[in-house]
């Protein structure tokens, strides 16, 4: 037993360690030293700093989308922290797990007229799920395990611990044992499983369906149950749709996946879905980026989530709720549906293969006419074109905005490759979280498709790119504005804009000079070749493409079907 007293802030990376945390992002200040030395010489644990604080806690927030797993971002006191919480707000409106640390003054002095004084934990708790001030040395274990249950445990999310200086700069005499790897590990991820009982209700009320369909949201993502999931449409023959922050929980390759349904989702999934007698909403809240705030009118519902405070938050009078982990629920619909299952699947045939004909013709409305085109480039266009030189294990993390709706043309090949902010909708996404996913695997293929506002937002981490390295291929959607607000005017306002538009920039000069490969480029075939030169040599490029103003997201033929 190690009895030798240490200080604050390394009992803190230790205990960090232990639970499993690899990377610390974050911007170091005065209050924050006494943690980020002790990682100088913490094996397993590495800071990676940023240019800003709402990039690290965006990579905070993408290192939990991809592995399941709590990174931690750090930040000084104040303006420090209060640049965190845009980030934070998207881990936890998208269930992101991952520890939020904040480094305030002395203990004494907090909530008095001291340098950046600032209430940390009131600023920041309404965006995460636990959030406390530890003032004293004999609580920081304790906090730090009971931050950590709560981060991973349910529907996952951010834990925010407001640590005072004296704390972690003050020695912690006979300081409690550490484990190489926490106890809490082994049980925290663990998911329950759903009540009998309900899954033979449920069972009985699908093969009695005409039309059922799986409404897969981002508990999909999060349970890693595109198995699961698939393998109970392909029993019960039900088609699958997703939330938009259900994208990348199942491929939509796959001959029963049929795209999002959202505000602006396809309109192949809205009819889909517009057609169903009974919905499987499974890990899905029926918020109202999903349901058209609460217009779209919803048959006999039946909601699964890990999370029983989701289930009957919305359309309660036609929900029939299960508590439970999605891939455990799948596994035992099937197995309790039986030899039953043959038959409903084919009495749903003929439903099915008119629905495989829209698809098709669904797809056909956006094929590119012409793959040598110049000039300013449809953004449809342009998604549709990358999917030819991306490997079929790409990465795809579009930012807020048109890139988000551009991206419904994207065919997701393998699940869990596709990233999004959806929930809280914060720009300046991309480019952090294609940091965050070349830590994770440096040889993976990222392909970050971002406009030209978002990238204003978050450019001084081209920097960071350029440091950490990773093949990671930027896109930028360039129309010199914020296109999707843009857009948004011009069709409800008259045409008129205002606080839209600026002047060029070339993106491509401004990454050589923070020493990342670029170049603008603005033809269709010259820039497929450019991504596939970019992920055949493995370093970061950015590639700043012109777009065509005038190819509006909220009219393009694809995405305005049928809407509530």
């Known amino acids: 037993m190690n009895t030798s007293p240490i200080t604050g802030g390394r009992l803190v990376v230790e205990l960090l360690r232990s639970l499993g945390v690899k990377y610390v992002f974050g911007v170091v200040g005065g209050q924050t030293l006494?943690?980020?030395?002790?990682?100088?010489?913490?094996?397993?644990?590495?800071?990676?700093?940023?240019?800003?604080?709402?990039?690290?806690a965006v990579m905070m927030d993408a290192y939990g989308r991809l592995t399941g797993k709590p990174a931690a971002c750090i930040s000084t006191t104040g303006p420090g922290a209060t640049n965190l919480i845009t980030g934070i707000g998207g881990a936890y409106r998208d269930s992101s797990p991952g520890f939020v640390l904040t480094c305030n003054n002395n203990g004494e002095n907090i909530h008095k007229d001291d340098a950046q004084n600032a209430d940390h934990v009131e600023l920041i708790k309404p965006l995460v799920k636990y959030s406390r001030l530890v003032a004293h040395a004999s609580s920081i274990k304790q906090a730090m395990e009971e931050a950590y249950v709560n981060a991973v445990t349910g529907n996952p999310g951010p834990v925010h611990l407001d640590f005072a200086r004296d704390t972690i700069e003050g020695l912690v005499n006979d300081p409690p044992t550490v484990p190489a790897t926490h106890p809490s590990l082994r049980w925290a991820g663990e998911r329950p499983s759903p009540n009998p009982v309900a899954v033979a209700r449920v069972a009985e009320r699908l093969l009695r369906a005409e039309r059922p369909v799986i409404w897969l949201g981002n508990g999909g993502n999060r349970a890693r149950a595109d198995q699961e999931?698939?393998?109970?449409?392909?029993?019960?023959?039900?088609?699958?749709?997703?939330?938009?922050n259900g994208i990348g929980s199942v491929p939509t390759t796959h001959p029963l996946v049929y795209g999002p349904v959202t505000r602006m989702g396809t309109a192949l999934a809205g009819r889909v879905l517009g057609e169903a007698d009974v919905v499987l909403a499974l890990g899905n809240s029926l918020n109202a980026v999903s349901t058209t705030r609460w217009r779209r009118e919803l048959p006999e519902i039946v909601q699964v989530d890990v999370d029983p405070a989701m289930i009957g938050r919305y359309y309660s009078e036609v929900t029939d709720g299960i508590v439970g982990d999605l891939a455990a629920f799948a596994r035992d619909l099937v197995t309790a549906v039986g030899d039953r299952a043959a038959?409903?699947?084919?009495?749903?045939?003929?439903?099915?293969?008119?629905?495989d004909k829209q698809r098709t013709a669904w797809w056909q409305e956006s094929e590119v006419t012409d793959l040598d085109a110049q000039g300013p480039l449809s953004p449809a266009d342009i998604v549709r074109a990358l999917r030819e030189p991306a490997p079929d294990e790409t990465l795809l993390i579009p930012d807020a905005g048109n890139p988000g709706v551009w991206s419904f043309l994207w065919d997701v090949r393998r699940p869990g490759s596709y990233i999004k902010p959806v929930g809280f909708g914060n720009m300046g996404f991309a480019l952090p979280s294609a940091i965050a996913a070349s830590l994770i695997d440096p040889t993976r293929p990222v392909l970050a498709l971002i406009g030209?506002?978002?990238?204003?937002?978050?450019?001084?981490?081209?920097?960071?790119?350029?440091?950490?390295?990773?093949?990671?291929?930027?896109?930028?959607?360039?129309?010199?504005?914020?296109?999707?607000?843009?857009q948004e005017q011009e069709?409800?306002?008259?045409?008129?804009?205002?606080?839209v538009d600026f002047g060029p920039?070339?993106?491509?000069?401004?990454?050589?000079?923070?020493?990342?490969?670029?170049?603008?480029?603005?033809?269709?075939?010259?820039?497929?070749?450019?991504?596939?030169?970019?992920?055949?040599?493995?370093?970061?490029?950015?590639?700043?493409?012109?777009?065509?103003?005038?190819?509006?997201?909220?009219?393009?033929p694809a995405f305005t079907g049928p809407r509530p």
């Open 34 to 56: 006494a943690i980020t030395d002790a990682i100088i010489d913490t094996p397993g644990i590495e800071l990676v700093h940023t240019r800003h604080e709402n990039a690290a």
């Open 505 to 556: 920039v070339d993106f491509g000069a401004v990454a050589q000079a923070m020493g990342v490969a670029g170049r603008q480029v603005n033809d269709l075939s010259e820039l497929r070749q450019r991504v596939a030169d970019s992920f055949a040599a493995g370093r970061p490029t950015v590639l700043d493409v012109t777009i065509d103003r005038d190819v509006n997201a909220w009219t393009y």
């Open 491 to 499: 069709l409800h306002f008259d045409g008129r804009t205002i606080g």
């Open 452 to 486: 030209d506002g978002s990238l204003a937002m978050s450019l001084g981490e081209l920097e960071t790119l350029a440091r950490v390295g990773g093949n990671v291929c930027v896109v930028v959607l360039n129309d010199s504005s914020y296109g999707n607000i843009r």
């Open 343 to 355: 038959g409903a699947r084919e009495s749903r045939e003929e439903w099915l293969a008119s629905l």
């Open 229 to 244: 999931v698939l393998a109970l449409a392909e029993a019960l023959g039900v088609p699958v749709v997703t939330t938009f």
